[in-house]
């Protein structure tokens, strides 16, 4: 299946923990990106990749950090989980920069 | 601040009639504008798009219309069937920057298309 895929899809963790999620697609898109879908729904940028290059980091704490070890790879590592980051997180690539926009499953993270 | 808005957080009609979604933005610099479908636990999928160089794209039962004076697209599905029931979200891109074509995006319509 040619995709966007995010692991894990839930994510219960306590406060002041570390976590990752995982994100690949196998579509051969160059730009990758994350997504927040926070309490009120709103999908907010956090970061965009393309070709391994940040692009974009749209005022995120530094706690959150995006890594790419190639472009078919985004992964996002939190460090120090605070309640409000509670939220679903979704990956996402495009070839054509806006055009073409494919969205991963989403990951739903629950710091307690 | 959001760039784009959608008014309505809800939406009901019954099947066979027409859904139509609303969506406003405040940023003249956009010049392409997309509506993604949403069901639960799923991420949203493209619907379709439009140009800012067009005010309609049709794709089926999907129609799209921009008006670029009031900043305003609307989104048309006739007619509406119960598989359109999900949330609808409306975006927004400026082509021509070059910081990575991000999409800003609207809080989204949950549109329940009643049998």
Redesign the interface.
Known sequence: DTAVSQTPKYLVTQMGNDKSIKCEQNLGHDTMYWYKQDSKKFLKIMFSYNNKELIINETVPNRFSPKSPDKAHLNLHINSLELGDSAVYFCASSQDGAYGYTFGSGTRLTVV | D?QVKQNSPSLSVQEGRISILNCDYTNSMFD?F?W?KKYP??????LI?ISSIKDKNEDGRFTVFLNKSAKHLSLHIVPSQPGDSA?Y?C?A?D?RDN??????????TRLMVKP
């Open positions: 959001q392409y997309l993604y636990a799923e991420g949203p999928t493209f798009s949330v979200f975006a891109s082509l910081a990575g074509n991000m999409l800003t995006f609207g809080g989204g």
